[in-house]
Protein backbone atom coordinates (compact mmCIF):
# COMPACT_ATOMS: atom_id res chain seq x y z
CA UNK A 1 0.00 0.00 0.00
CA UNK A 2 1.24 3.84 -0.86
CA UNK A 3 0.82 6.28 1.02
CA UNK A 4 -1.68 9.13 -0.32
CA UNK A 5 -1.74 12.35 1.15
CA UNK A 6 -5.19 13.93 0.74
CA UNK A 7 -6.54 17.71 1.35
CA UNK A 8 -10.46 18.22 2.68
CA UNK A 9 -11.61 21.21 2.44
CA UNK A 10 -13.37 22.35 5.42
CA UNK A 11 -16.47 23.84 5.36
CA UNK A 12 -15.82 27.32 6.17
CA UNK A 13 -12.65 27.01 7.09
CA UNK A 14 -9.34 26.07 5.93
CA UNK A 15 -7.79 23.04 3.77
CA UNK A 16 -6.46 19.75 6.09
CA UNK A 17 -3.63 18.49 4.59
CA UNK A 18 -2.93 14.54 5.20
CA UNK A 19 -0.17 12.55 5.08
CA UNK A 20 3.51 12.02 3.45
CA UNK A 21 3.70 15.76 2.25
CA UNK A 22 6.38 18.74 1.65
CA UNK A 23 5.53 22.05 1.56
CA UNK A 24 7.55 24.34 -0.34
CA UNK A 25 7.56 28.00 -1.58
CA UNK A 26 7.31 28.91 -5.31
CA UNK A 27 10.91 28.92 -5.32
CA UNK A 28 11.42 26.06 -4.38
CA UNK A 29 12.55 26.52 -0.48
CA UNK A 30 11.01 24.08 2.15
CA UNK A 31 8.88 25.13 4.82
CA UNK A 32 8.58 23.01 7.64
CA UNK A 33 5.44 22.28 8.61
CA UNK A 34 6.03 20.88 12.26
CA UNK A 35 3.88 18.05 11.99
CA UNK A 36 2.16 15.11 10.24
CA UNK A 37 -1.50 16.93 9.63
CA UNK A 38 -1.40 20.55 8.89
CA UNK A 39 -4.28 23.14 8.60
CA UNK A 40 -3.87 25.65 5.53
CA UNK A 41 -5.34 29.04 5.10
CA UNK A 42 -7.69 30.03 2.37
CA UNK A 43 -9.45 32.70 3.73
CA UNK A 44 -6.39 35.03 3.29
CA UNK A 45 -6.55 36.85 6.25
CA UNK A 46 -4.30 34.49 8.36
CA UNK A 47 -1.11 36.06 10.37
CA UNK A 48 0.79 33.01 9.85
CA UNK A 49 0.39 31.79 6.12
CA UNK A 50 0.20 29.78 4.74
CA UNK A 51 -0.91 28.11 7.77
CA UNK A 52 -4.57 28.42 9.05
CA UNK A 53 -4.68 30.69 12.69
CA UNK A 54 -8.42 30.40 12.59
CA UNK A 55 -8.86 34.25 11.19
CA UNK A 56 -11.72 32.68 8.81
CA UNK A 57 -13.97 32.54 11.60
CA UNK A 58 -13.96 36.53 12.31
CA UNK A 59 -13.84 37.66 8.75
CA UNK A 60 -16.87 35.64 8.20
CA UNK A 61 -15.32 33.29 5.36
CA UNK A 62 -17.99 30.57 3.73
CA UNK A 63 -16.90 28.27 1.58
CA UNK A 64 -18.44 24.68 1.49
CA UNK A 65 -16.43 21.47 1.71
CA UNK A 66 -17.94 20.75 -1.66
CA UNK A 67 -16.23 21.74 -5.37
CA UNK A 68 -18.17 24.53 -7.26
CA UNK A 69 -20.25 23.30 -9.66
CA UNK A 70 -18.79 23.74 -13.69
CA UNK A 71 -19.90 26.78 -15.40
Known amino acids: MRDVVTVTPCEDGPLLLRGPFELV ?31 HKAAGFRATSEPDPPA
Not at 36 to 55: H, I, N
Open 25 to 55: TQDGERIDAGRATVALCRCGRSAAKPFCDGS
